[in-house]
Structures are given as structure tokens and as C-alpha cells.
């Protein structure tokens, strides 16, 4: 069972989200990351979803641990009714194979007022003939029967975010949040799907694991064994038979082999042992190659805080799985079902955040992971590892996004981990270049930007206004040399840290985040003859949040063609529903449509009715117009103008 749809109308700073969750190929879900501000509503969305999930395990269980009684595990509160509407509607989509099944929160401040706003909504005669809605102006319910096998065969587990304390939303006449371990009885659940401080479960749960594979799954024979004086004596053979005990040490045992990769860089396998007879509990024992085995930790309570929750997050998944009555292990593919975890990456260096976290997900497959982090790291790790199949979602909108949207999370590893040392060595071999001419460095980000501000200067210094200008361009292109928004913010910090006998300007975009900064004044003084400024807004653009260079052409120049017909595109001339090109209907923008409802420049993946991709890289872009190309000589300068004029004042000062 998986979940399908997200709808959320007017709850809490949620205006109008819809999401429909992505699958791959083979029916397996794919990871779902959710970011956001905070106050955004992350937290209130996996309240919402665990809510639903708690509300189908009533429709099978009498009695389950989560709630007490008929209570509900959230309470509802019409506060969290957004202030500009009258109602909130929450509905969750959920499916295993045909079945459907559904999970409505409707509420409402007058029910009146949402007979007339709600009268096409297909649920909307099961919810106003409700008798507690008639009432209160509540309605929670699960629409759709039979949820059993459901329940048997998928986990359901929930990581709160709230280790130490409860939240506003949870209803207090409940049991405290946590495992409890009774007795199981007929029509009774007592395995929460709320997990909370599990360590210690978890290291139960492996006690048992290996009191039972030595109990049941080794054989043991009295044999007799050669001895060196020609002679014999008898003696015990233990053959591992395997077994679904033996089977769990091995996937643990896979599990804590990757958590101590980013520890130890010549790792060979790490298992889970027994400590002596005086502390016997579980211990943690590790070969490295060309290296006898050493135990590094001879109980739980010597890990690491980050090895500590990892362990528990995943090997509590496995422990969910093997409690299901109705299911055999063999892989950790085998594992099905629904984790949500709140914070994934709390309390985790960012080694472990970027690489372990997407390794140990990617581990099970057929999991629906729903997770919430405040980590670029681990969005870096899950784009490595998954590439296109996992889903990135911002909130409190609900818009699909991509890493390349958080332009600073490469440097920002790079700059953590691997420290300053080798952005610092390739600065101060640029400090060396620099001495060497005398000439006004002009320093932009990205391999295109400097081309097309050199093509505007060799024409704009035929001007009188800019023919005293002596500019020199740093030039490259990404194979020597990166330089990215945050890369040139570093770059030129480490510079102004340098007397200079000329003045150097680092350029910006806008539409970045130390672009927008620079966007504040007209230029910026650093130190040491080192200036920053942002391309300024030409008026046509003023509807613009904030530009790339490329935006200071007119239109009709930005859409010229080549000779093969390729150029760039605006994503406002696509649909931001069906990706399709509003003029040419035989043009669609193959990719991500939320990307669509920003104003950007295109530069791949428009295709034809041929499936020819018809967008010129922007690239190739710059290149036509520094080499003056046919049909890219003689494009309308007039907004680079400025920039030439804010340089003119630095040189000035």
C-alpha cells in the first residue's frame, strides 16, 4: 500500500496543494523529500498523513496503541483553518494494487457557507450528511472497506520530529507516544507506528534475532575429530542451516556496513556480535581488508549519536517488517510499505546526511519513503544517488522543485568537509594571474556570462560614453575552472583579503542568492580594490523576481534560430499544466512543469513533433554572439549599457 495523492485546501499556511507521489517503472515508489521554511507546514502534513494511517488501522483493529478508545491521535482545531477561507480539506489518496482507499479531514466554520463552496466535491454529500459535521462542523473519515491484508503485509512507521516534547496537535487523552510490549490479543494492536527513542528495542529485537538463529537455525552433530597422535576424539559440527534469523543478521549486518563507511575508508563488513556473559548485549564488530576483526563497540551505548539513529531508524524498518505475521524476508527488497520520518538529517554530520542517508533509502526499494529535512547536504546525496527518480516538493505551495534550485549546496559541502584549502589554493593562483596586468578585471559566474559581456564591450567602446574603458575578462570555461553564485561570492571575499593594484569587479546575476544580495545597492566596495554589483533590471523585465544575463536581450533577439533551428525559450510560452508551447503546439517542454511558473530562460529539453530537442544550450548561445554569428550580430545592447556605466563609477573611485 502507497500513497498516491495529496490534496491540502486551507489548512494551516497550506492554501492549495495537490501532489501526486511518482512511481518507477517496476511499480516501486519513489522517495519523497520535503523541504521548507519553517512555519511552512511540513510538520502539520505528516501529522495529517500519520492520522490517516492511525484511522485505517482502527478500520481493522478493535483496539490499537496509538489512541485510546475512539479517541483521534489529532485533535482538530479550527484554528489551523487558514484565516482566508471558511473551510480546510485534507485528502489522502492510498493504493495497493486495485483498491483505493481515501482519507478526508473536513472542516468547516459554517457548514452553510461550504454547502455552496464545496457542492461539486465528490465526498461532499457523504461529509454533509454526517451527524458530528451537522454538529461541530467536523468531519474525519476513511472511505473505502477491507483494510486488512493492508495492514498485514506493508510497515507503517512514523519518526517524530519530537523526541522531548509533545506537540500542540496531539491529543492528549491518549497513551504517551512510544513502543509498548503486551501480550498480543484478538482484535487488539499493540506495535505503535509512532517510534520513538528505539535504540533499545532495536537491540532487544537483535538479542532475540541471534538467540534464535543459534537456537533453531544451527545444527549441531557429534563428530569425530583426528588428532596428532593418529588417534581420535569426539567433538560438535555447527552447520549453519539459515533461516529467516540468519537471514536478518545478514541485512543488518549490510546496514551497519554502510553507516560506518563515511568512519572507515577500508571497511571490509561490520556484523552484530554478543558481548561476555557480565554485559550481554549486543556489540558491533568490524574487518577492515588485510585486517583481523576488531570490536569497536562493545554495546549500543558506545555509538555514535549519528550511528545511534541511523541504526535505529533502519534497523527498526526491518523490525516492523519481520513483526507482520504475514510475511517471509529474503532481501531487503522484500520490505514494503509506508516510513515517514520528520528531520531526517537531526543530528547527523553532513558525511552521513549526503552520503549514508540516500545509500541506506536506496537499500529498500519497495519502501515509500516521506521524509522532511532542512539539509542541502542530503538533497546533494539523494540527486547522486537517485538522479530523476525521487521527488523534491517546497513547501507550504506544494511545488516540485530540483537541487539545481539551491545553487549553493555543491560549495557548501565542499567548503565544509573538505575545508578551504583547495578553493584557497586555486585563489591564490588567480592572485598571481592578476598581478600581471594592470587593466580592470571584470569576473562573472557561470562559462557564459563573460562572453556575452565582452561582446557587448568590443561594441559599446566604439562609443564615446565607454571608449576610455580598459577592461580585462576573466575567461574560462567549467573544464578549468567552476564559478558558480556562491563560488564567486567566495572567490572575491578571498581576494578583498589582498592589496591589488587594480580594481577588480565580480558580476552577478540576480537570480541566485549572493545575486540578490548584491541586487540591494547599485555596487558594493569589498576591500583591497575588490567590488561586487548584480546585472541591473532592465525596465522590460520589471515583472522579473530577479534575472540571468540573458535577460537583458529584447525577446526577439533572446529567440533567434540557428542554422539547425534551435534557440532558447522563456517558460512563459509553455503551458505550466501540460508543458505544451502555447503558440506551436507541436513543441513541449519535456521536463518538470512546476519549473514553468517561474520566469527563466529555457536551454534543453523542448521537442518537436520528432522528438528532436529543438532548445539552443545556452552555451552555444553565448558563443554565436562573441563570434558574431549571422543572425546573432546585431542584437539590441542598450540594457548592457548600465553595466558598463556602474563599472565606469568603480573605476572612478
Not at 459535521?133 to 520530529?161: D, L, M, R
Not at 600581471?436 to 556570462?449: A, P
Request: charged share 30%.
Amino acid at each position: 500500500m502507497y500513497l498516491h495523492k495529496i490534496v491540502m485546501k486551507g489548512y494551516g499556511v497550506t492554501k492549495d496543494l495537490e501532489l501526486t507521489t511518482q512511481f518507477n517503472d517496476n511499480g516501486s515508489p519513489r522517495p519523497l523529500v520535503i523541504v521548507g521554511k519553517n512555519g511552512s507546514g511540513k510538520t502539520l502534513l505528516l501529522s495529517q498523513l500519520v492520522d490517516s494511517l492511525i484511522e485505517m488501522k482502527r478500520q481493522k483493529y478493535t483496539s490499537i496503541s496509538e489512541v485510546e478508545a475512539d479517541n483521534f491521535f489529532k485533535s482538530g482545531m479550527k484554528t489551523y483553518i487558514n484565516t482566508e477561507v471558511n473551510d480546510s480539506l485534507v485528502e489522502l489518496t492510498y493504493r495497493e494494487n486495485s483498491k483505493v482507499f481515501k482519507y478526508i479531514d473536513f472542516m468547516s466554520k459554517s457548514p452553510t457557507k461550504s454547502a455552496t463552496l464545496h457542492a461539486d466535491y465528490e465526498h461532499f454529500s457523504t461529509i454533509s450528511s454526517d451527524a458530528k459535521y451537522i454538529e461541530t462542523g467536523y468531519f474525519k473519515s476513511i472511505i473505502g472497506s477491507n483494510i486488512e491484508k493492508e495492514i498485514e503485509n506493508n510497515i507503517i512507521s512514523y519518526f517524530p520530529v519530537h523526541r522531548y516534547h509533545v506537540p500542540a496537535w496531539y491529543n492528549k487523552k491518549n497513551k504517551p507516544l512510544g513502543f509498548k510490549f503486551v501480550e498480543a490479543s484478538i482484535g487488539h494492536d499493540y506495535d505503535s507506528l509512532i517510534k520513538e527513542n528505539v535504540l533499545n528495542e532495536v537491540e532487544a529485537w537483535l538479542l532475540d534475532v541471534l538467540l534464535d538463529m543459534y537456537l533453531y537455525e544451527i545444527d549441531r552433530q557429534e563428530v569425530l575429530i583426528h588428532t596428532n597422535n593418529n588417534g581420535y576424539r569426539k567433538g560438535i559440527e555447527e552447520v549453519q542451516l539459515g533461516g529467516t534469523n540468519t537471514t536478518l543478521r545478514e541485512l543488518i549486518n549490510k546496514i551497519l556496513t554502510v553507516i560506518y563507511k563515511v568512519k572507515y575508508k577500508n571497511i571490509e563488513n561490520v556484523r552484530i556480535g554478543v558481548a561476555q556473559k557480565s554485559n550481554r548485549r549486543i556489540a558491533i564488530i568490524l574487518k577492515e581488508y588485510d585486517r583481523s576483526e576488531v570490536e569497536i563497540a562493545p554495546t549500543f551505548s558506545h555509538l555514535s549519536s549519528g550511528e545511534a539513529m541511523l541504526l535505529s531508524l533502519f534497523a527498526s524498518i526491518l523490525k516492523s517488517y519481520d513483526s507482520l505475521s504475514k510475511t517471509h524476508i529474503k532481501t531487503l527488497k522484500d520490505v514494503r510499505g509506508i516510513v515517514i520520518i520528520d528531520e531526517i538529517d537531526l543530528n547527523l554530520h553532513i558525511e552521513f546526511a549526503r552520503e549514508i542517508i540516500p545509500e541506506l533509502i536506496n537499500m529498500f526499494p519497495n519502501v515509500q519513503f516521506i521524509i522532511t529535512t532542512h539539509s542541502p547536504f542530503m538533497l546533494l546525496g539523494m540527486e547522486e544517488r537517485f538522479e530523476e527518480k525521487w521527488q523534491l516538493i517546497n513547501l507550504p505551495n506544494g511545488e516540485e522543485i530540483s537541487v539545481e534550485d539551491f545553487s549553493e549546496v555543491k560549495v557548501a559541502y565542499d567548503v565544509f568537509v573538505k575545508g578551504y584549502e583547495g578553493l584557497k589554493a586555486e585563489h591564490r593562483e588567480l592572485v598571481e594571474k592578476l598581478k600581471q596586468d594592470t587593466k580592470t578585471l571584470i569576473i562573472t559566474e557561470g562559462k557564459t556570462d563573460w562572453k556575452h559581456l565582452k561582446n557587448a564591450y568590443n561594441q559599446l567602446k566604439m562609443e564615446t560614453e565607454f571608449n576610455q574603458l580598459e577592461l580585462e575578462f576573466l575567461e574560462y570555461d567549467e573544464e578549468n575552472l567552476k564559478m558558480s553564485d556562491s563560488q564567486l561570492n567566495t572567490l572575491l571575499r578571498e581576494l578583498a583579503k589582498v592589496e591589488h593594484s587594480r580594481k577588480i569587479i565580480g558580476i552577478f546575476d540576480s537570480d541566485e542568492a549572493n545575486g540578490k544580495k548584491y541586487a540591494s545597492k547599485r555596487k558594493h566596495i569589498l576591500s583591497n580594490n575588490v567590488y561586487a554589483f548584480s546585472i541591473p533590471k532592465p525596465l522590460f523585465r520589471a515583472d522579473y523576481e530577479g534575472i540571468s544575463i540573458e535577460l537583458l536581450y529584447q525577446d526577439s533577439d533572446l529567440k533567434s534560430e540557428d542554422v539547425n533551428g534551435r534557440r532558447l525559450f522563456l517558460t512563459s510560452e509553455f503551458s505550466t499544466t501540460s508543458g505544451r508551447h502555447l503558440e506551436d503546439k507541436m513543441l513541449t517542454y519535456s521536463d518538470n512543469v512546476s519549473k514553468l511558473k517561474h520566469p527563466k530562460i529555457i536551454d534543453n529539453n523542448v521537442y518537436n513533433a520528432d522528438d528532436i530537442n529543438v532548445a539552443l544550450s545556452k552555451n552555444q548561445f553565448a558563443e554565436y554572439i562573441l563570434n558574431q554569428e549571422e543572425d546573432f550580430n546585431n542584437f539590441d545592447l542598450n540594457s548592457f549599457e548600465e553595466i558598463f556605466r556602474i563599472i565606469k563609477e568603480i573605476e572612478l573611485l
